[in-house]
């Protein structure tokens, strides 16, 4: 079957985020969408325009439904939240669309090449550490990507940790030996690796979600409008210029604390870790590592904790935001 | 690709080494890591990480190291090493796999519906815990051995094999060791005995758990963990099919011999309440399935001559009812009818109508299945065995083949 095999696509499915890179020969190419959907009542108007304008949509019980990247500025606009199909890591049992609309947002980022085969080329999903004593989650999220992916058309279907993920993608001169965060929208995803060997694996439910709703909560306004001012103007340095920045950083710092703990408790709890001859690497993935100053933050957070793994570096991965989809990429190439 | 092959195999002797003996690793993991280094093409370097080192970290600093052997054999190894550094740099083909890449890890339930027993632990102490069905297990000779990890084989063929690593099954087993008559007077000799046991399945990583004469629980290999007990064997349930059980399965013996009595079966009624409440307790707290807990003579196979029943133990009399387990006798043994083995006659005659119905069940259905197939019954079992073959080529590492020998030895030392 390998021999068949023409071309490779890895795939982030995460609870914020869907991004697939592909290779195709030498050129490597990455498509990304935002992981939710608005829904607004349906208009000839409205219809042609959303045409228009290429934005992906479909239509349903008399409703649009907007999916991808400008969900969020139609929410916005509206003074609507998005709705997810994901939550936390897995499919949003508690959103009625979430198979039809998550179907929608893995299909637009995975348009098929001019004469791709599908049945010739093998995908790398990414699947988060199932938090502990919920792996019927995993179990259940796993099995329908896989369904929804065979729907789509592929047959050669792979999926790979989040967090080793992120050490396949940048830790190739280390022979993937590190650790690898993922800071996600639902999760922190952790993973150490020994010679590409996951040793340990796990997963924090406090990701960018957790600091949206949090910081809402305490600020009066909506998790959606955090967000937009999380992804655009934050920044550790500090200073708060007013509360919605100053709530930020204290749900960051939360998340930063619990990243690090939620370490040092699993590798002081298992029996797993062998004894490493060197300092091993950390990576910083995904969007919630992407604040200016959050490296700093967490170095010093790593630093407190005394880690029974000696850590060499921290270090931010070069595209925190595409760093899965590159890591499950080089994970379906290395298959 | 000749080349290819042989660095593949030089590799994987390295790794082997590692992981059977014990090797201690640093070593080994040396020369891996700087074999890769000198690859490269980031893709490849990972190919081959993946394909040497495999899916499990064989450096577990659980693993307990043999100094004796390392002695003995640490000049063979550092040239191995050296010559392993010295090789050219080669890309690695396909041909090299031996370890499987990463799969899915997925929890052990089928989905099917079945009823579990509620148990749940009421205390836990250092020498023993009490479980809600008045189950006692004794702790005073447990110990850690190398993290169950094992590969579960859809019976769709399509679909690559799954990583598990919870328990999905339990193996019964005897003791075939010496005993004692169950009397007053001989108290003292029946606690050496049990104890010396004990320490010799300790010893040998042999058993889950050990019911002992006086129907006492044993504790002995954790229940997370891989224990010597069951050898080549091979089963199924309605998804996956399971080969050499020694991962996945826990192995349960009963401080008896097949041959003890002429009663109905040799286990005492201790014994058999112990069986009942360690059976319920497993089962609830891993969702294993009733289909899944049978006997070692049922799950046995010899590959050498393509037959099942290698082991007797409860090849016949397991108190199935009485353990609160349907008359699991009764299932076709997978090995026949999935993987295309043959049984000797004798085991017919050793079994008894119990066995027999499950081996004829598996022969009418091996049939069944040759028709839908369009073939003769041997030429559709010959496919069948091709295809245990492949599995068990891929699957049998060496570290295994020690296991096997381990448990051989025990038994021959027991008996």
Not at chain 2, 38 to 55: A, E, K, N, S, Y
Not at chain 2, 276 to 294: D, F, H, P
Request: hydrophobic share 40%; net charge neutral.
């Amino acid at each position: 079957m390998s021999e068949q095999i023409s071309q490779h696509v890895g795939l982030d499915i995460g609870t914020s985020r869907v991004v697939a890179a592909r290779k195709n020969e030498e050129a490597e190419s990455i498509e990304s969408q935002l992981n939710a959907f608005v829904r607004l009542p349906h208009s000839k108007m409205t219809e042609a325009s959303l045409g228009r304008e290429n934005v992906p949509f479909s239509i349903s019980d008399g409703h649009i439904l907007v999916y991808g990247n400008e969900s969020a500025a139609l929410a916005d606009l509206l003074g609507q939240e998005v709705r997810r199909p994901m939550t936390q890591g897995f499919l949003n049992s508690a959103e009625p669309a979430s198979l039809e609309q998550i179907e929608e947002i893995l299909s637009s980022v995975l348009t098929p090449g001019e004469g791709e085969d599908l049945s010739k080329t093998r995908i790398c999903f990414s699947v988060p550490a199932a938090p502990s004593g919920n792996q019927e989650s995993l179990t259940y999220h796993e099995a329908t990507v896989r369904q929804v992916l065979e729907k789509l058309g592929y047959s050669d279907i792979r999926s790979i940790n989040e967090g080793v993920a992120a050490v396949y993608a940048e830790l190739e001169e280390t022979n993937y030996t590190g650790i690898g965060v993922s800071c996600g929208g639902g999760l922190c995803n952790v993973a150490l690796a020994y010679m590409s060997v996951p040793v340990m694996t796990f997963s924090i439910a406090k990701g960018g979600d957790f600091i949206d709703t949090s910081a809402a909560a305490v600020t009066g306004e909506m998790a959606n409008r955090i967000r937009l001012v999380k992804e655009e103007t934050f920044h550790f340095n500090g200073h708060y210029s007013d509360k919605v920045q100053q709530a930020l950083t204290v749900y960051y710092d939360d998340m930063i604390q619990s990243v690090v703990q939620g370490l040092n408790d699993a590798l002081r709890g298992s029996r797993q870790v062998p004894k490493m001859s060197r300092r091993v690497p950390l990576v910083l993935s995904g969007g919630g590592a992407m604040p200016e100053g959050f490296k700093a933050r967490f170095e010093r957070a790593l630093q407190a904790a005394n880690l029974p793994v000696p850590v060499s570096e921290v270090r931010l991965a070069k595209e925190p935001l595409h760093t899965t989809a590159r890591g499950a990429l080089v994970a379906a190439l290395s298959e | 690709m000749k080349g290819e092959r042989r660095l593949g195999v030089f590799v994987h002797s390295i790794i082997g080494m590692a992981r059977q003996t014990r090797v201690p690793g640093r070593i080994a993991g040396a020369a891996v890591g700087l074999r890769a280094s000198r690859i490269d093409d980031p893709v490849q370097r990972l190919r081959f990480l993946r394909r040497t080192v495999g899916d499990r970290c064989p450096w577990s600093p659980a693993v307990i190291r043999e100094s004796g052997w390392w002695r003995g054999n640490r000049g063979k190894i550092a040239v191995a090493a050296a010559a392993l550094l010295a090789w050219p740099v080669l890309e690695v083909s396909q041909g090299v796999s031996g370890f499987l890449s990463a799969v899915p890890v997925v929890s052990a339930k089928t989905g099917s519906i079945e009823s579990y027993p509620n148990v749940w632990l009421l205390e836990a102490g250092a020498g023993s815990e009490v479980w809600s069905n008045g189950l006692r297990i004794e702790r005073r000779f447990e110990v850690a051995n190398q993290p169950s990890a094992f590969q579960a084989y859809p019976h769709r063929q399509d679909r690559p094999p799954v990583k598990m690593t919870a328990p999905v099954g339990i193996v019964y087993h005897t003791t075939e060791s010496h005993l004692a008559p169950l009397e007053e007077r001989q108290n003292k000799r029946l606690k050496i005995i049990g104890e010396t046991l004990l320490g010799f399945i300790r010893e040998n990583k042999a058993y889950h758990y050990v019911i002992d004469r006086f129907g006492r629980v044993w504790r002995v290999v954790r229940d997370t963990d891989e224990a010597n007990h069951a050898g080549n064997s091979v089963w199924a349930d309605g998804e996956y099919s399971y080969l050499n059980l020694n991962r996945g399965f826990l192995g349960v013996s009963v401080e008896t011999q097949t041959a003890a009595s002429g009663e109905e079966t040799p286990a005492t009624p201790a014994q058999i309440h112990s069986l009942k409440v360690l059976t319920e307790m497993l089962r609830s707290k891993y969702r294993i399935v009733a289909g899944n807990c049978i006997t070692h003579a049922q799950v046995s196979v010899n590959p050498s001559n393509n037959q099942v029943g290698y082991h007797y133990d409860w090849a016949a009399k397991f108190p199935y009812i009485e353990a609160g387990l349907p008359d699991n006798y009764e299932k076709a043994p997978p090995a026949i009818w999935m993987y295309g083995f043959t049984y000797d006659p004798s085991l017919v005659t050793v079994t008894g109508a119990r066995y027999w119905r499950g081996l004829l069940k598996a022969e009418v259905r091996l049939r069944e299945d040759a028709t839908a197939h369009g073939v003769g019954p041997e030429a559709y079992r010959k496919s069948l065995s091709q295809r245990y073959r492949a599995l068990f080529g891929r699957m049998k590492s060496r570290a295994e083949a020690s296991a096997e020998a381990k448990q051989k030895a025990m038994k021959e030392s027991a008996e």
